[in-house]
């Protein structure tokens, strides 16, 4: 395995951001008169976009009443107010990062994330000079698992997609590698939804400086 671009997911994957968006995601629902939710079901909500969070924490709730449009301006004011209070990088990952840029491999993003979220914290981490291309939920009029989100990426850079790789956490981010025809690594520690085996990869990594060691970097 060579490839000469990495696309990496976002959120648990590169960075550990659910206790920020679990923050975020309670103040709104206090906002709204309904009960927190664990840090634990916010975890199995994220992957699809700041939309689908809200949504799924809406029903989680049971807040009916509340109008998602609004509900999902609220939750981004609470989570752009304080985006990496308690966000970081995983271990590993500007080490390693730093070691694949050095091989000089392309290394980009493409998340479900909001774009000045997704720039503030990579910014904020210090960990956004790495990437060549960033590309985020609302940078086009589609996103994950929709494999358009992904060639794009690919294409902006002329790659091949057998010269390229995925590196992600979830069923979302399996499901566009596979449309893509984009081989797919796998990082155990993230927020996935079902059983790790039930996720299709070439391999599956629970620490990020492994991948180092899979690219022989």
């Known amino acids: 395995m060579d490839p000469s671009l990495v696309v990496f997911d976002l959120d648990g994957t590169l ?30 909500m994220v992957g699809d976009g700041a939309s689908a969070l809200i949504a799924r924490a809406l029903a989680a709730r049971q807040c009916v009443s509340a109008d998602p449009t609004q509900a999902l ?6 989570y752009e107010n304080e ?7 995983f271990p590993g990952v500007a080490e390693t990062l730093e ?9 980009a993003v493409c998340t479900n994330k909001p774009g000045r979220l997704t720039q503030m914290i990579l910014e904020r981490l210090d ?10 939920g609302d940078s086009m009029p589609f996103r994950k698992p929709d494999p358009r989100a992904l060639m794009e990426v690919i294409d902006s850079f002329g790659t091949a997609k057998a010269a390229t790789l ?4 979830s069923e979302v981010d399996a499901a566009t590698a596979q449309a893509a025809s984009v081989p797919f690594v796998l990082m155990t520690y993230g927020y996935h939804r079902g059983p790790i085996g039930d996720i299709s990869s070439v391999a599956t990594l629970d620490h990020f400086g492994e991948l180092a060691t899979l690219l022989h970097v």
Do not use: K, W, Y
């Open 15 to 44: 960075i550990d951001s659910a206790p920020d968006m679990h923050r975020a995601v309670n103040l709104m629902l206090r906002d709204l008169g309904c009960a927190p939710l664990t840090l634990s079901e916010i975890r199995t």
């Open 73 to 78: 301006a609220t939750f981004l004011e609470h």
């Open 83 to 89: 985006p990496t209070t308690h966000t970081h990088p």
């Open 99 to 107: 070691r694949l840029q050095a091989s000089g491999r392309t290394l």
């Open 127 to 136: 960990i956004e000079r790495f990437f060549a291309r960033i590309l985020a």
């Open 166 to 169: 995925m590196v992600g956490d």
